[in-house]
């Protein structure tokens, strides 16, 4: 058996980061990476992805983007070889292509049993990320065996897909993009609308995450929200990220022809059942919407940004009257893409940590374990927990937890 202070499972943004902190911090540790660096970019993203952030934040601790486009956004190619490029320039100890099987307490510390090996290790930092495991409601299990299912994980172009229409469920940033891919190829595409944060692709002539980033929106705690909770389960924000920089939102999909209808609420036969809820849902998204560029237009006011440009104008979304239920046959469609959100799945973590949803129990990231951590859950301390921009901040300081930890148990 292997032994070390510290076994960092995931090769992804969040442990590389845990991997520069444990370095600088001079901390004995292994990365497991089932795949290779990145994987989830190399094999469960979408060929057309691009970062929904711009290239300047893409900020890692002792690394971030030098190119000649800092305002433009990283491809998926790109961020592959980002991610890579990160893992090179400090030598991070990834062992890849190794599984992990399980984790369990062995004495003080725990052993980690993978399918080439078993580490004995002090601690565990479980990194690996918010965007673990597609869900699927559990009424597609209705839908009629000729209808294509898809997560977005498994979609990778328009081509890829049978003839036909296509019902994408879900509005967020995946479901928006997705609708807009598939109706520019010229497929007839009908968008089930859920909760999401709508947000302008650019305000008062700056990216709008630029003003986000200056406000401190993205880097509040989590002692700053009323509701921890209810904070880490809002849907991601409705951002496309292109060369022209331009806006994509629910009118422009309209404009376009996408067909907008309210929640999917169960299956019929060949028939969807939708919720009569749109207009609320996008009622909603603008209000939250209003808050959001009210705390930009505070800013500007508070620190004298008058050579800024005025407001641009936010258009009204006013769908028409959508249906009660889509015949699927009837309206030739013949996929639908689920792009209702992540859950985590911890089988391999036989550490009685997991709540009754499944999820890790943490505070900040430190589960009641000794010497267990997670990292790069969403709002795990602020709210850009999950980007590539913020995991760094969080991975700083729960190393700094754990070596002093490491520290006073070796000293004891």
Not at 52 to 77: A, I, K, V
Request: charged share 25%; proline share 7%.
């Amino acid at each position: 058996m292997k032994r070390t202070d510290v076994v960092v499972v995931g090769g992804g943004q969040a442990g590389l980061a845990a991997s520069r902190c444990l370095q600088a911090r001079g901390v004995d540790h292994t990365v497991l990476e089932r795949g290779r660096v990145g994987e989830r970019w190399r094999s469960e993203r979408w060929d057309s992805l691009r970062l929904l952030t711009p290239r300047w934040q893409s900020r890692l601790p002792g690394f971030s983007y030098r190119g000649p486009d800092p305002d433009g956004f990283m491809s998926r190619r790109e961020v592959i070889g980002y991610l890579e490029a990160y893992a090179r320039s400090f030598a991070a100890p990834v062992e890849a292509g190794v599984a992990v099987h399980a984790v369990e307490r062995d004495g003080d510390g725990y052993r980690v049993t993978a399918d080439r090996g078993a580490w004995r290790a002090r601690s565990v930092i479980v990194a690996t990320g918010h965007c673990d495991r597609a869900h699927v409601p559990p009424l597609a299990a209705e839908l009629p065996a000729d209808v294509v299912q898809l997560v977005p994980a498994r979609y990778r172009n328009p081509r890829a897909l049978p003839a036909g229409g296509v019902l994408v469920v879900g509005a967020s940033a995946t479901g928006l993009q997705l609708a807009d891919e598939l109706h520019r190829s010229g497929r007839p595409v009908t968008l089930a609308v859920g909760r999401h944060v709508r947000l302008p692709r650019r305000y008062r002539g700056r990216d709008v995450m630029e003003w986000l980033d200056a406000t401190g929106i993205l880097d509040e705690g989590a002692d700053a929200v009323a509701d921890l909770e209810a904070a880490r389960r809002q849907p991601s924000l409705q951002l496309v990220g292109r060369p022209d920089h331009r806006t994509l939102d629910l009118g422009v999909l309209l404009d376009e022809g996408v067909r907008l209808v309210g929640r999917v609420q169960g299956v019929e036969g060949g028939r969807v059942l939708l919720a009569e809820d749109l207009d609320e849902t996008i009622a909603a998204a603008e209000r939250r919407l209003a808050r959001l560029l009210g705390r930009i237009e505070a800013h500007v006011a508070q620190s004298g940004a008058a050579a800024v440009p005025p407001p641009e104008p936010i258009r009204a979304i006013s769908p028409p009257p959508a249906p009660r239920a889509i015949d699927l046959r009837a309206d030739g469609i013949r996929t639908v893409i689920w792009a209702t959100g992540y859950r985590r799945s911890y089988p391999w973590l036989r550490v009685p940590v997991l709540d009754e949803r499944g999820e890790i129990r943490h505070a900040g990231g430190v589960t009641p374990a000794p010497g267990l951590y997670v990292l790069g859950l969403q709002f795990l301390r602020r709210r850009n927990s999950s980007f590539l921009d913020g995991v760094g901040k969080d991975a700083a300081v729960l190393v700094d937890h754990l070596a002093t930890r490491l520290a006073r148990r070796s000293a004891a």
